[in-house]
């Protein structure tokens, strides 16, 4: 599904530049459900805006689904955010003046689908997150675990090979967050390849395997047995 | 290609943000409210002094005696001269196809009657040339004509406002009308786009005013138009080579002001083209510089908005928005709202000048207005200036990169 190697990212601060990359190796399987582990500062929301096509990598490389992403245009990258991936962030990044359904369906838009296809689908994945009755409630409307799954059917809409989540439950309180972790793991049972960042042990254990991070490079990828949030509450 | 989900897009963008895009366009709208009102009122001053000329034609020179001011070849001050038909003929024949028409006038102030009805009135007896000299509108009927002059005919040719004044009950044309004594046919009503002065006025053949008053053959002016093909300079050598001819044949000075003067329109009509123009010119100074001030407005809205915009600019490329597809909807939403609140704003502008039109009037500023081809032509301006004002910002937000926009909070 994913494969990376020897993968280097620096960033430009001041006169000097910060290494923040330094050879990452990695290879990820389909149906895999992995938790990037690290300190702030270890390079983890690098590695995921990098294999979100969000950032680019100096130098490496980084093979997605037999594609070798290097040096895409704009436009190429953005038809393979669209098709391949699907991003769940701390901070939900959901448009704020479209409801949850127009939410939920602006990738399909960017797909070119029909009206019509593009309603009947979003409504489809906000029933799949339990969302039917507010979908045409605002972001504001909603409380921080209903964005997040708001946030989720929007990633799943595009139906992506890869799901990727930045510090999913990052804003969101214990219960909420093991609501999402539970909905996640339910994801991956389906057969979803998930890649979450999260600098939480108890989320990073709710995973099938664990990648440590410590500045910039790997010092631990183990297989885990995974913890079923259903254990939990 | 019309695609309805980016227009829905955009006016959800433009519907959901109201009071952006109430503040936006109204920088658009207000520029173009200024322009167009300020267009309009410079439009109704030029309006005002064409109308101050339009009474008679440009190309007018008036010649008109009075009493010498200088002695000159052993004749005294303060000497009359006063013009006779042998002069009128001398003007004629002298200057040949230099004229293109000329007519005398003898002024006189009459009691005007018809039955009951009777009211003071001025005289003037003309030459047929008066017609286009004047510019004056037959209502119906005739003007004086040469064989009236040959014949010395007794007829009149009445002001729209002596026929309304003496005529309220009948129509004035074949009846006789009472000038101090004597009856006249009434051959012929007119109107004239000068003030009301002039349809005030009665006209009678030049012949039988001398008959009448006087029995001699005395003009009080003589008024004719020269060539048009002649330009301004050739113009103004004319009257004063008219002058020149006139002075020695009456004896005057040549330095002598009073004795016999000459009035070229000329020199008026160039002082109107002179203010109009440079009216004009104020006009579309100020009138560009409150657009490009629009502009500018617009612009800073626009680069505002991007940077309001950045996270969701962000959001939409990381669910796969391409950059082109970013320019569009920032673009067509500039376009959208500079057009419609220019469109709005001269709208209004155009609301205000007509209904400012009747107060307008007594500060010297005539049927204010804006034509079609302005308003096509500003609409278009605007179109311009909101692709203009949204494209770098829209090209700029298109190029951010999602990771920087979505960390942008």
Redesign the interface.
Known sequence: MLKISNLHKSYPIGGSSLHVLKGINLDIEDGEMVAIMGSSGSGKSTLL?II?M??EADSGDYILDGLPIKNLT??KA??Y???FLG?I?Q?F???N??NAL?NVA??L???GLK?KERQEKAMFFLEKVGLTDWAHHLPKELSGGQNQRVAIA?ALA?NPKLLLADEPTGALDTGTSFEIMEFIQKLNDEGKTILIVTHEEDIANMCKRIVHLQDGVIMEDTFVNQVRTAQNV | MFD??LW??IF??IN??RTRSILSGFTVAFAILLFTILFGITNGLINTFEEGFKDDATNSIFVQSGRTTKAHKGLQVGRKIQFKNEDFDFIKEEFGDKVEFITARIYKNVTASFRSEQNSYTVRAVHPDHQFLEKTLMKEGRYINQRDVDERTKVVVIGRLVEEDLFAKTIAIGKYINLSGIQYKIVGTFSDEGNDNEERIIYMPVSTAQLVYGNNDYLDQINLTYNPKMDFDQALAFSTLITKKLKNRFSVAPTDQRAIRVRNMAQGAKAVNAISFGLGLMVMVIGFGTLIAGIVGISNIMIFIVKERT??I????????????IVSIILIESVIITTISGYVGLLIGVGVLDWATPVLKDYFIKDPGVSNSLVIGATITLILAGTLAGYLPAKRA??I???VA?RD?
């Open positions: 805006n979100g969000l950032d704009e436009k953005a038809v955010r669209n098709k991003f962030f901070s990044n959901l448009i003046y479209k127009e602006l990738p838009y960017y797909q009206r929007r595009a | 309805i989900d829905r897009e959800q963008s959901m943000n996270k969701e962000g959001i939409r490329k990381a669910l796969g928005a391409q950059p082109k597809q298109s190029r990169k999602p990771i979505l909070d």
